[in-house]
C-alpha cells in the first residue's frame, strides 16, 4: 500500500487553515497546517509533497518564502492561494515555479485536481 502524501498549508487565516485541513484531509493526505511561514521554516517536517501557501502573510510573505525555500535546494510543489487579484504577483510565483495561483475563496475540485497533478508530475 502506497503510504498517503503529505502537504503543508501555510495561511495566517485560522478558518481557512481548518477548511484546507480538513478538505486535504477527507481527500486522504496527510496533512501539517502552519500560522506563518517562520513557524512552518522552523517545524515542517520533509517529506512535503505539496504546500499549500498564502501570498499576503505576516512576517515572511508567501513569495519570500517560495524564494527562501528556492535558495535552500528546496524544490517543493507550491499552490499559492490568495483573496487579493493581483497579476504581477501571480507572474512572479508561476516564473519561479509555483504549480497553480487561486483565487479565495476556493473552488475545492480545482485544488484538489492542482495536488493530483502535482503528485503525477512528482513521480
Request: charged letters at 25%; a negative charge.
Amino acid at each position: 500500500m502506497d503510504e498517503p502524501l503529505r502537504i503543508s498549508i501555510v495561511d495566517d487565516d485560522a478558518s481557512v487553515r481548518r477548511a484546507l485541513d480538513r478538505l486535504c484531509r477527507s481527500a486522504g493526505y496527510i496533512v501539517l497546517a502552519y500560522e506563518s511561514a517562520e513557524a512552518f521554516l522552523e517545524f515542517a517536517v520533509d517529506p512535503i509533497d505539496c504546500l499549500i501557501l498564502d501570498v499576503h502573510l505576516m512576517g515572511l510573505s508567501g513569495l519570500q518564502l517560495q524564494q527562501h525555500l528556492h535558495d535552500l535546494g528546496k524544490h517543493i510543489p507550491i499552490v499559492f492561494v490568495t483573496a487579493f487579484e493581483d497579476d504581477s504577483t501571480r507572474l512572479q510565483a508561476i516564473a519561479m515555479g509555483a504549480l497553480a495561483f487561486l483565487q479565495k475563496p476556493l473552488d475545492n475540485e480545482q485544488l484538489l485536481d492542482v495536488i493530483e497533478t502535482s503528485f503525477r508530475h512528482s513521480e
